[in-house]
């Protein structure tokens, strides 16, 4: 005879509050929508340009006109902040990256035009030498090495001309020592006071900026980046960039890329009070893109876990090139 196994008196069953739709919902402790997404756009110069970039099918290199109508879209869906690159020209590039802050520099006068067009929307730059650098690295190079204190005069320059031109946050993107106290310094004495400083505070030398740097053609024309970026083995040395750019005067600090390293995203968040922004990068955006194209994964639920796992680590801001795709999906819901 089969005995019956004796029922389990369970006074803690954590199940109850998951079997109703509403109870599930009260009990939700992350949350995410579009105002915690920042979206990313590559700008080039001319008119009626959108160009696809074959490694990173969700974004296009765009002109003013075409960024225009690209922002109006985004509003509508509830995202109103936007982080702009530029697509700058070979002929345009030199060794001490001039262009970055020339008065005919397109990238300031449409950034400028932005912020006529929609005062409303939050602007952030892009502070590097690379997209207008002949050799295609963060700072100055001589003899095969990357100089930092070289570099900064540069960096400052660049910052200045952007907050002039109507950017609200300033993205200094180059990983070199000391650029945010510079740049920090260099806006106050301007009388930019309220322009924020967004630091690529913990920027690893990671495989997964590929699909970026072909939209830019920034990739570095020798070596590596290495020597100025974080090296994907460490942790605690995060610690010491947040500190350093929390006492040089950022708002802000960034950790990229973004899926790779949540662990560091919960570490920052734990140890500084400042707003902390992560970077969904374009390659872990290839990825899901890539598995979602052959059906391997189901698009719209695995792009909701993804960046809901980011936000959970603890990002007040996530900056993806699915951000059009997530308010869409909202939409639907």
Same mark, same amino acid.
């Given at each position: 005879m089969i005995r019956c196994q004796r029922r389990i008196n369970?006074?803690?069953?954590?199940?109850?509050?998951?079997?109703h739709a509403g109870l599930r919902a009260g009990v939700e402790e992350t949350h995410i929508g579009t105002k915690n997404l920042i979206v990313p756009i590559f700008l080039v110069d001319g008119a009626n340009v959108r160009e696809s970039i074959p490694s990173l099918k969700m974004a296009n290199r765009l002109s003013l006109d075409q960024a225009f109508v690209e922002i109006e879209d985004c509003i509508s869906m509830g995202l109103d902040k936007f982080i702009?690159?530029?697509?700058?020209?070979?002929?345009?590039? @030199?060794?001490?990256?001039?262009?970055?802050?020339s008065a005919d520099n397109f990238y300031l006068h449409a950034a400028k035009e932005m912020k006529i067009k929609f005062p409303e929307i939050l602007l952030i730059s892009d502070v590097a030498l690379d997209p207008y650098s002949s050799d295609g690295h963060d700072g100055i190079v001589?003899?095969?090495?990357?100089?930092? @204190?070289?570099?900064l005069p540069i960096l400052v320059k660049m910052a200045l001309a952007q907050a002039?031109?109507?950017?609200?946050?300033?993205?200094?993107?180059d990983m070199m020592d000391g650029r945010v106290h510079a740049i920090r310094e260099a806006l106050e004495e301007n009388g930019f006071v309220n322009t924020g400083i967004m630091s690529y505070t913990a920027k690893y030398a990671s495989a997964f900026y590929g699909p970026f740097r072909d939209a830019l053609d920034s990739a570095p024309k020798f070596g590596d980046k290495?020597?100025?970026?974080?090296?994907?083995?460490?942790?605690?040395? =995060?610690?010491?960039?947040?500190?350093?750019?929390t006492m040089e005067g950022a708002d802000f600090l960034m950790v990229k890329p973004a899926l790779h390293y949540l662990d560091v995203i919960q570490t920052m968040k734990e140890n500084f009070t400042l707003p902390i922004v992560a970077y969904h990068v374009s390659g872990e955006c290839a990825m899901l893109q890539a598995a979602c194209d052959n059906g391997w994964l189901d698009f719209d639920t695995a792009l909701f876990e993804t960046l809901l796992s980011i936000r959970?680590?603890?990002? @007040?801001?996530?900056?993806?090139?699915? =951000?059009?795709?997530?308010?869409a999906n909202q939409f639907k819901k």
């Open positions: 369970m006074l803690i069953r954590p199940r109850r509050n998951r079997l702009i690159f530029p697509v700058v020209k070979e002929s345009l590039k @030199d060794s001490i990256a001039s262009y970055s802050y001589r003899n095969g090495e990357i100089l930092n @204190d070289e570099t002039s031109h109507g950017f609200d946050i300033i993205g200094p993107s290495k020597t100025y970026q974080m090296n994907p083995a460490n942790k605690r040395e =995060a610690l010491l960039e947040g500190e350093l750019d959970r680590a603890g990002a @007040d801001f996530i900056i993806t090139y699915f =951000a059009k795709s997530f308010a």
